[in-house]
């Protein structure tokens, strides 16, 4: 899957809130169970459904389904796509000069 720009920006807006970035970081040790997220975070039920909706909106999180309890995990390839596209950024710089001044 290629990254384009409209989606990268999509995925640092969903990135640019302190709770999904929390859930993001939580789902990197894998798969959670919604219960077992909320048990991490300080948030409600119904604001931790709003928070994944946007993250699976991007398509950065998938769940499932099993029984009562629905499943989230990260979604590896957009993530690896994410990475990729932002890993092409890059700041040339002349060498005499230090990029930190950019």
């Not at 290629?2 to 859930?23: E, F, P, Y």
């Not at 169970?33 to 459904?49: K, N, R, Y």
Request: net charge negative.
């Amino acid at each position: 899957m290629k990254m384009d720009s409209d989606k990268a920006t999509l995925i640092c807006k969903a990135l640019g809130d302190l709770n999904r970035m929390s859930i993001v970081q939580i789902l990197t040790g894998g798969e959670r169970c919604a219960c077992e997220l909320l048990e991490s975070l300080d948030i409600t039920q119904p604001t931790l459904s709003y928070h994944m909706k946007i993250l699976e909106q991007c398509q950065l999180v998938t769940s499932r389904d099993d029984w009562r309890n629905t499943y989230y995990s990260l979604d590896c390839d957009t993530w690896k796509s994410f990475k990729k596209f932002i890993e092409n950024i890059s700041c040339i710089c002349d060498s005499n000069e230090n990029c930190s001044n950019y």
